[in-house]
């Protein structure tokens, strides 16, 4: 059946089209078959015999009856690879786009592609998503569709950065150096990745690809930028942001990785009473109380600065029967303490948390130090006593809690994960991690606050790239607020089909978690803020006259210029003039650098695109980064659907990885390896396993998945090749 149905479509279409009808296909192989400009395809292989041409009865006969023919069914090794280089070539698959572009047609189907990292080879993850890709956009050519397809790379930021410098580091090279470095190398890991791309048979213009480090793509970038700032959505804060020190940057949500083994010296401490809440005043024998604390950052508690507790919940003061003394915990919380204390807990009085209020503490480390209890929303009863300790400068409800009580904010870690001088001297230069958390310990043990300590197994955030924990602490940054854009990005987001639904509520729920985005970064590989700042004050000059000029001079000579050129002409007379700005001399350059999450966000074009197609691991990424910028500048999604498939996975299910030696190489599967379990596959199978799966879960790769598929085509390829050269000839 499937014979015939083939052998009437090339009856009936012009030679082009009977190339896009089978290019449409899942196989390189397939578009040979049609096309009369492949005969080489035959030659010297095999004396088939001609079969009819032409209507009549007899266009049949000899598609169902095979001939005897020396076709070899299966070619192996160096033969089917030249075969596939020399359909490639004779098919002019490299015109293929440009041929359906040209081709008149009543609608356009636009798939955005999302771009790839350019900070290494190719792998099996960018097989599965390409050829998913070329898949759907042959299937949209199939059906008249003109497809408007532009491959794409992501070129900035710091993995590349980092791979580029090497072992060199940062010491001493100037950023244009280190740009030049980081640009070579995203250079070279395009065009790899390119070559893979292309030997996979992917359907585009590779001379017209849109890259995140083109001078026009940065002033576009630009842009966008400047609409979300000129709405107010970018702004400039002070505030606790993770902060990695190995890589000596603010990182986003999306360049974190949470170790669920992480081990945290946790400690329960002390700060006493110094003052009695008024309310509770009154009780008798409530002398020297202390407030119990928990936490799994001693390193934090020099940076106290309150303790909260929730308001409508019930507090106690306990005597602790081992040594008399008196501790203020949260009701429910006793027991819990009393196993962990290995003591007995007498309660001596109970009164609700409101009446806490008006509290104050004595720091415990800090003599002169005066800390107050505060009601905050945030205090839960799930761990620790129910009291919170509380470093606005090193977390993130803290923060919120010194913003309504306009606590101070001062941070007492440097860029590199030390105590700064504001620590004080015993603590100064030690890495808080470490033995920053050592010397914490041992001064609160020393002043006999240390209550007990415990080891705490617990999730924290890693540098996803250097693999080193992070710490919170506040840097002046810009952000988008991303809060007041949820709403919108809701509503957008319903209007949009997503494959699987199932995808959905996880796309919400990211947008949820997210209350604002850290845009900027302190490197140098990437799209320069466009601001300057006065020298004197330190106030930030940004509009749209002073963005835009800067957007040109991107566009002209690409983002080097902003190292490059003289302030003068970054910031131009005429420009002050409009910004109603002093002279040029009171201002510096900014250093920061744009995260590569909104390079990328930004890449939708005016139009929306009916398709955006990637891995699961964007929907916390490039679909929302993407949404956001999207909906701030013009209120609408920039795609109608959304499709997310799963990962390519070994063939026992799990994730691939160096040190688990399963990683499966693309070009290993098409060219062959050293070891004889390996032979070539050609691209042919490549495709084919991408097509046969079910990408909606994940995809397992590996020998049985391949050689699986190399038996379907060699199946599929019997029934066609006769007949379909005897047409050929
Ligand atoms: C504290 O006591 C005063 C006087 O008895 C009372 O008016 C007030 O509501 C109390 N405050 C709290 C927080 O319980
Ligand atoms: C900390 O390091 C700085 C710079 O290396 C040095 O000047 C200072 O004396 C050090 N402080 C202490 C307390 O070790």
Not at 318 to 347: C, F, H, I, P, Q
Not at 430 to 457: A, F, Q, W, Y
Request: hydrophobic share 35%; charged share 25%.
């Amino acid at each position: 059946m499937l014979l015939c149905r083939i052998s009437l479509v090339s009856q009936t279409l012009p030679r082009w089209g009977r190339r896009s009808q089978r290019g449409g296909g899942l196989l390189l192989r397939a578009v040979s078959f049609s096309s009369s400009r492949c005969h080489g395809v035959s030659s010297g292989e095999g004396s088939a015999q001609p079969a009819e041409s032409g209507s009549g009865q007899g266009q049949y006969r000899d598609t169902v009856l095979l001939p005897k023919t020396d076709f070899p069914m299966k070619l192996t090794g160096q033969k089917l690879l030249d075969k596939e280089l020399e359909i490639q070539q004779d098919c002019k698959f490299a015109d293929l786009y440009s041929w359906q572009r040209e081709r008149k047609a009543k609608k356009e189907f636009c798939l955005h592609d999302g771009p790839p990292y350019a900070n290494g080879d190719p792998h099996v993850g960018h097989a599965l998503n390409k050829i998913l890709k070329d898949i759907r956009n042959r299937f949209e050519m199939l059906r008249g569709r003109q497809v408007h397809y532009v491959p794409g790379w992501d070129c900035h930021g710091l993995p590349i950065e980092l791979k580029a410098l090497g072992e060199l580091g940062t010491s001493g090279l100037s950023p244009l150096q280190i740009r030049q470095k980081a640009r070579e190398f995203a250079e070279g890991a395009i065009a790899r990745q390119m070559a893979a791309f292309q030997r996979w048979g992917v359907m585009a213009d590779w001379d017209q690809c849109y890259y995140t480090f083109d001078g026009a793509y940065e002033a576009a970038q630009l842009k966008v930028f400047q609409e979300m700032h000129s709405k107010g959505l970018i702004y400039q804060d002070y505030k606790p942001v993770f902060w990695s020190p190995s890589s000596r940057t603010a990182l986003a949500e999306a360049e974190l990785e949470y170790n669920a083994e992480h081990v945290s010296r946790a400690i329960y401490t002390t700060f006493p009473l110094a003052t009695l809440p008024p309310n509770i005043t009154k009780e008798a024998g409530l002398d020297s109380v202390s407030v119990l604390v928990w936490t799994t950052q001693p390193w934090t508690i020099p940076a106290n600065q309150a303790i909260c507790y929730m308001p409508n919940a019930q507090y106690s003061v306990v005597k602790r029967l081992d040594n008399s003394e008196l501790l203020l915990v949260a009701t429910e919380r006793t027991a819990n303490m009393a196993a962990l204390l290995g003591t007995e807990l007498e309660v001596v009085s109970t009164f609700t948390g409101s009446q806490l209020e008006g509290g104050i503490c004595k720091h415990p480390t800090i003599p002169s130090k005066e800390v107050p209890l505060l009601p905050a929303n945030h205090v839960t009863m799930a761990k620790g006593t129910g009291l919170v300790h509380t470093a606005p400068a090193h977390g993130m409800e803290d923060y919120s809690v010194a913003s309504q009580f306009k606590l101070s904010v001062d941070c007492i870690v440097n860029e590199d994960g030390k105590f700064t001088e504001l620590a004080g001297p015993e603590l100064h230069n030690l890495s808080v991690m470490n033995e920053g958390t050592d010397r914490v310990i041992s001064m609160l043990k020393e002043c006999g606050s240390l209550v007990k300590e415990e080891r705490c197994v617990h999730s924290y955030p890693y540098d996803w790239r250097t693999k080193q924990p992070v710490v919170i602490r506040p840097s002046k940054q810009w952000f988008i607020n991303t809060a007041s854009l949820k709403d919108k990005a809701k509503e957008a987001l319903q209007k949009v089909r997503v494959l699987p639904e199932s995808a959905r509520s996880s796309l919400l729920a990211m947008l949820d978690r997210r209350t604002y985005w850290c845009i900027s970064r302190q490197r140098s590989w990437g799209v320069p803020i466009p601001v300057f700042y006065h020298r004197e004050t330190g106030e930030a000059l940004i509009n749209k006259h002073t963005v835009s000029h800067v957007a040109q001079l991107f566009k002209e000579k690409g983002s080097d210029c902003w190292w490059e050129l003289p302030i003068e002409t970054l910031l131009p007379a005429a420009v002050l003039k409009k910004s109603k700005a002093g002279p040029v001399g009171d201002y510096i350059r900014g250093e920061d650098v744009l995260d590569i999450w909104f390079d990328s966000g930004a890449s939708w074009s005016d139009s929306r695109a009916d398709a955006y197609v990637e891995g699961k691991d964007q929907i916390g990424g490039w679909f929302q980064s993407s949404l956001l910028t999207s909906v701030a500048v013009r209120n609408k999604a920039p795609y109608k659907s959304l499709v997310v498939h799963g990962f390519a996975v070994s063939e026992k299910g799990e994730k691939m990885s160096k040190s688990l030696g399963n990683v499966v190489d693309p070009d290993v599967v098409i060219n062959g390896g050293k070891d004889p379990s390996t032979p070539a596959f050609g691209a042919d199978v490549l495709r084919w396993w991408v097509a046969e799966s079910n990408v909606f879960s994940e995809v397992q790769i590996g020998p049985n998945a391949l050689n699986s598929a190399r038996d379907s085509i060699s199946k599929v390829g019997l029934r066609l090749l006769p007949a379909e050269l005897n047409r050929i000839e």
